[in-house]
């Protein structure tokens, strides 16, 4: 009986020795098999389980102004997203999810629903810090947090027009975000990652391609001067009750962009109440019959073709006169006067008498070597050319009112680059917004220096006493500017009631630094004519251009007071 229990319990000792060593031999070739034979798949598999691939962003460049205050910055936010299969495994928590991200919770259950095949949606975008803290807390499986760019505009409406802005993915959308979008947005790069269960990056795995960021972008545009100009100009919009409208300073040497503002505005910072029909650059894209603003280059024509002599009089009796079927008309009879009257106190008259007695040729040449019908070559997105149409088309009567500025369509950026040529000596200066180590292109020639001076001259009368923009006078400097108060095309002719109000200057006469044109659309407040309406926002940007440029008074001889006084007593 005892030998048979020994042979049992030696049995028992071999079976499970013998059970022992299979499980032994089962665990070898399991382990042979992981970690040899499927080694290469069995890793594939994990790391498409946890290993990813991720977009690095680029930082878009900056955009600054001449002196390097940021116009558009690009700040680090965190964005939400998910695995949708691994969401839905905890469907239950998805209220709790859409309560802190601030979404519906049954469209945010659905969008997890239908989505639950991919690896990858958006939950919500640009997390302000505290919100993408509250998210992290959760620890949801299958949620995890990005790190993006955000575009930010520290000045808001005051330069949104000339910047522009981007879209959510950092993408140019209109201005100089548009036009140098490749300049600034740089390469993105892309990295493997090693993330855990929540989908949070553990640690980097390999490098794929380095990011490469955007470079910066230095405007011509002078802040302090943009903020003043965008002000004033608002202001004035809002006293006349105006549609809207623009205002152009430059410098006048460079061709240097130094303010470039329109109405109405839009702040770039608030993408979710932009209005789109605000968004565009009037300046640059909104083109308008220009009016007598256009007269100095009717005296100029006449002046350089030899038609009439600088101390020519011209006889406006009775204040009409008839071409064909047209009546041309002035405020009143002005009699016979000279070529500076005629432009101080706006004679169309006395503009059509020189159009008609210009060759056609000549006067075309004029206009178009001023850069109207042309494109100015700025950068700006939307930039029109106006129209100039070829002068063996022109009729008579076409002749007799492009004289005093109907017939042809401009901008206010096309008027301030015209005028640079009064500030030059005849040479019209190229435009810059962007500044760049050298600017290829060469000032234009419009007419001779001699013409050019004799002009410059008879507009500084237009802001004398006896002028249309008394208003523009600056005390302390010799100013010399046109207005122009035109009717605005409507069907079957010209409106009765609406007009656009302009007025371009330069100052200070004797060295002309600055041109300002100022343009103001449907003033509706009982004034309309340019020298009232437009004027005075000349006076007042320019007036502050002069003193942080440390440009030296000319006029010495005016007493300041009484001159401040003329213009309506200083500006709180």
Do not use: C
């Amino acid at each position: 009986m005892g030998a048979l229990k020994r042979q049992v319990s030696h049995l028992r000792l071999k079976v499970v020795a013998a059970g022992l060593l299979v499980v032994v031999a089962v665990l070898v070739l399991r382990a042979l098999d992981l970690q040899v034979l499927n080694r290469d798949f069995l890793q594939g598999q994990g790391e498409a389980r946890q290993v990813r691939t991720v977009v690095e962003p680029a930082h878009r460049g900056l955009i600054t102004d001449r002196h390097g205050e940021p116009l558009a910055i690009s700040g680090p936010v965190e964005t939400a997203w998910a695995h949708p299969g691994e969401l839905w495994a905890d469907a239950e928590r998805l209220p709790e999810l859409a309560r802190v991200l601030g979404l519906d919770p049954a469209a945010l259950r659905n969008r997890v629903e239908s989505r639950a095949d991919r690896e990858f949606i958006y939950l919500r975008r640009h997390l302000p810090p505290e919100q993408a803290h509250q998210v992290a807390a959760l620890q949801l499986p299958g949620v995890a947090l990005m790190r993006e760019f955000r575009r930010y505009y520290p000045h808001g409406e005051t330069v949104a027009h000339i910047v522009g802005f981007t879209n959510i993915d950092e993408e140019g959308q209109e201005g100089m975000e548009l036009a140098f979008d490749g300049w600034l947005s740089g390469q993105p790069g892309a990295k493997r990652v090693l993330r855990d269960r929540h989908g949070r990056s553990i640690r980097d795995v390999a490098s794929i391609r380095p990011a490469r960021d955007g470079k910066d972008l230095r405007l011509t545009i002078d802040q302090r001067l943009q903020y003043l100009a965008y002000r004033e100009l608002k202001a004035a919009v809002q006293a006349h009750n105006a549609r809207g409208g623009s205002a152009v300073l430059v410098d006048a040497r460079s061709g240097d962009i130094l303010a470039l503002v329109n109405q109405p505005g839009f702040n770039p910072n608030n993408r979710s109440q932009m209005d789109l029909s605000q968004t565009r650059n009037r300046a640059a894209t909104d083109s308008f019959e220009p009016g007598s603003v256009i007269k100095p280059f009717t005296v100029a024509a006449a002046l350089e073709t030899g038609t009439v002599s600088p101390d020519v009089v011209l006889d406006t009796t009775p204040g009409t006169m008839r071409v064909g079927r047209h009546t041309v008309r002035d405020i009143r009879n002005f009699g016979r006067i000279d070529l500076a009257t005629l432009i101080s106190r706006s004679s169309n008259v006395g503009s059509t008498r020189l159009a008609l007695e210009t060759p056609p040729g000549d006067f075309w040449r004029m206009l178009h070597q001023a850069g109207f019908g042309q494109s100015l070559g700025t950068g700006l997105p939307g930039e029109v050319t106006g129209l100039l149409r070829d002068y063996p088309t022109w009729r008579r009567v076409e002749v007799a009112t492009l004289g005093y500025g109907y017939g042809l369509s401009v901008t206010p950026m096309h008027l301030v680059a015209a005028y640079t040529a009064f500030a030059n000596d005849g040479d019209r200066v190229p435009l810059r917004l962007v500044e760049t180590a050298g600017d290829l292109r060469q000032p234009e020639r419009v007419m001779r220096a001699d013409t050019a001076r004799a002009v410059l001259a008879m507009m500084e009368r237009v802001t004398g006493s006896e002028g249309t923009a008394r208003q523009a006078a600056i005390p302390g400097y010799r100013v010399a500017g046109k207005t122009g108060t035109s009717r605005k095309a409507v069907a079957g002719g010209y409106s009765a009631d609406t007009y656009v109000s302009a007025f371009v200057g330069l100052a200070p006469v004797s060295d002309p630094r600055f041109v300002m044109a100022v343009v103001v659309d449907e003033p509706d407040a009982g004034v309309y004519y340019g020298g009232a309406v437009a004027a005075p926002v000349f006076a007042r940007v320019v007036e502050a251009a002069l003193r942080l440029f440390h440009v030296a008074p000319d006029n010495l001889s005016e007493p300041p007071l009484r001159m401040a006084l003329e213009r309506g007593g200083p500006r709180s």
